[in-house]
């Protein structure tokens, strides 16, 4: 049985329980989830083709340095970049480079920033110049799969209920959940109990209870669901090559619903976002 702690009183390691944030704790997470928010708007001007992966995690590490903010991926478990940058059949933590982004390119920029010890993980899809319709279709359905798993959160409902609202829809659009990586407790620790499945049945898991934090983090392929890690030992991709599509949001459970922390400064949802002054 899982059991719940307050978060202000129980130590700062995983150990299972599940930690219960007051509002002080909410309070901090809207400021480090909205910084990593108002980096990815201010990107969508910024991701273009020709542009290398690598200038887009610069501009992370210092868009964090100009609020006092860490990216929390630096030096972990031996990751050396700011941000993960997921292009076409990658499905997750792709690692910025050299190489520049292609016309026709979907991307996912993936931030987190520590903020007073506070993580702000979110992450959006980009798409890089035209893109063809098949592409922009699955960033339509993988974030309408994100938002119908924030729409059931509320005291009461299961991790179960939030995977069964995003695969059910992932599915009936043709699309596959990613089974291999999961959103996650979040909040003074970067990777919390407990683990939020993207796929499951109604009533299953973990109940929901007020001061919860979490993300949602849908990875939804074209083809199958399958994944493998290349041998740099983070690149995830699809085993059929298919494109690959996720997004991400910070949120708390509340007493009627939730909070989303990432919710974009400048209302960008899904894109293709507004074209820059
Ligand atoms: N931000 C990712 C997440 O959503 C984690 C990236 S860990 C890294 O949980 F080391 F790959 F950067
Ligand atoms: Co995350
Ligand atoms: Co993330």
Redesign the pocket.
């Known amino acids: 049985m899982v059991t719940y702690v307050d978060a202000d009183t129980a130590p700062l390691k995983n150990n299972g329980q599940i930690r219960l944030y007051g509002r002080d704790g909410f309070d901090a997470m809207h400021r480090a989830g909205q910084l990593a928010a108002a980096c990815l708007d201010a990107l969508a001007d910024i991701v273009r083709p020709g542009v290398p992966t690598d200038v887009i995690d610069r501009f992370v590490y210092d868009f964090g340095a100009e609020h006092n903010a860490l990216p929390?991926?630096l030096g972990?478990?031996g990751?050396t970049?700011s941000?993960?940058t997921s292009i076409n059949h990658v499905v997750?933590?792709g690692i910025p480079n050299e190489k520049p982004l292609k016309e026709g390119d979907i991307v996912n920029v993936?931030?987190?920033y520590v903020l007073d010890g506070w993580y702000g993980?979110s992450?959006r899809m980009y798409l890089v110049g035209e893109v063809k319709r098949a592409a922009e279709r699955l960033v339509e359905v993988t974030y309408e799969s994100l938002m119908r798993g924030i729409a059931v959160v509320k005291p009461g409902a299961t991790t179960g209920d939030i995977g069964y609202a995003i695969q059910s829809f992932a599915e009936a659009e043709r699309c596959s959940v990613v089974r291999d990586f999961c959103?996650?407790g979040v909040g003074r620790l970067?990777?919390d109990t407990p683990n939020i499945l993207h796929y499951g049945n109604p009533g299953e898991g973990v109940e929901l209870r007020p001061g919860m934090i979490f993300?949602i983090?849908p990875m939804i392929n074209l083809g199958r669901p399958h994944v493998k890690v290349l041998s740099d030992g983070?690149t995830a991709v699809t085993r059929d090559r298919s494109l690959s599509a996720q997004f991400?949001h910070t949120v708390g459970v509340t007493e009627t619903g939730c909070e989303i922390f990432t919710l974009s400064p400048r209302g960008y949802t899904c894109p293709p976002y507004p074209v820059g002054a």
């Open positions: 929390a991926t972990y478990r990751y970049k941000t993960c997750c933590h993936d931030v987190t993980d992450s959103g996650h970067f990777h993300t983090e983070w991400e």
